[in-house]
């Protein structure tokens, strides 16, 4: 018994390496070839621009994707129709939706109280939540369904939340050097705060739901209120006191609802049991 621990202990060591190492390795060998192609003055004009979002997408955008499947399949024999399952899947719909609302309130209330609206129309809401699907949503397949739940099996969930912010946005940082990416304008140290604040929220989400799902319709709303709907000025200069204590808050907030509603839907088990 403690042999087979072992080995299932190392095993998931080796998969989390291996996922992080898949995830680094498409994104910025991706977005090394956009910056190699504006270096060359390739992407210009209405197709130019067409051609950076394309390449962003189907490059660092999905390749947390691409990294959660090689090692799922690897690791679990999951073929693509069982990993699509994955994805999609919904355990209980009511108690997701309900998870979802909650969190999505949280994080636009972090957003409006310290950032401007846009004056947008409301039904772009609507317009723009499908593009930050593809836009940073489908990230979710890898960051919380694979390297979270990891993280978790060593880690309390605080630290392996606020870990995988840090490893999220360090994984953004050839961003920095494409032009034309809301990155470019950003300070690096005010979008790690978000990336751990947004980041506990979606490990949130997913824990209490296993809903990968879940996780990319959240990541696609705070990517549609934070610079979509509303401005990111907290986002271009160091933070401001304002800022981390909003931020703080926020990830406080995130870490004691995964901790009530765990533990409350934890008691009917042990009742069960018992």
């Not at 299932?8 to 991706?30: D, I, T």
């Not at 999951?78 to 949280?106: E, M, P, Q, W």
């Not at 392996?160 to 994984?171: F, K, N, Q, R």
Request: hydrophobic residues 50%.
């Amino acid at each position: 018994m403690i042999m087979r621990k072992s080995a299932s202990a190392k095993s998931g060591v080796k998969m989390l390496w291996e996922y992080l190492a898949y995830a680094f390795a498409f994104a910025w060998g991706a977005e090394l070839l956009i910056i190699a192609a504006y270096r060359l003055g390739l992407p210009s004009g209405g197709f130019g621009s067409f051609l950076h979002y394309t390449l962003i997408i189907i490059g660092p955008g999905l390749s947390p994707a691409y990294a959660a499947f090689i090692i799922q399949k690897k690791y679990e024999a999951v073929t693509f129709r069982d990993f699509c399952g994955r994805i999609l899947f919904t355990g209980n719909l009511r108690k997701t939706a309900a998870v979802a609302a909650v969190f999505a309130c949280i994080q636009f209330a972090a957003c409006a109280a310290q950032e401007s609206y846009r004056g947008n129309p409301a039904w772009d809401w609507l317009v723009y939540i499908p593009l930050m699907i593809l836009g940073g949503g489908l990230e979710e397949i890898g960051w919380r369904g694979v390297l979270q739940p990891q993280l978790e099996k060593r880690l309390p969930f605080l630290i392996a939340a606020v870990m995988e912010g840090v490893l999220w946005s360090v994984w953004h940082l050839p961003l920095w050097l494409i032009p034309n990416t809301a990155q470019s304008t950003f300070n690096f140290l005010a979008f790690m705060l978000y990336t751990v604040a947004l980041g506990c929220t979606l490990a949130a989400v997913y824990g209490l739901t296993k809903s990968i799902w879940a996780s990319i319709l959240i990541h696609a709303w705070g990517n549609t209120t934070l610079g979509g709907m509303y401005t990111f000025t907290s986002l271009i200069k160091l933070p401001s006191a304002k800022t981390i204590v909003i931020c703080a808050v926020w990830i406080m907030l995130a870490a004691v609802i995964f901790k009530v509603c765990r533990g409350n839907s934890a008691q009917p088990e042990q009742r069960k049991t018992s």
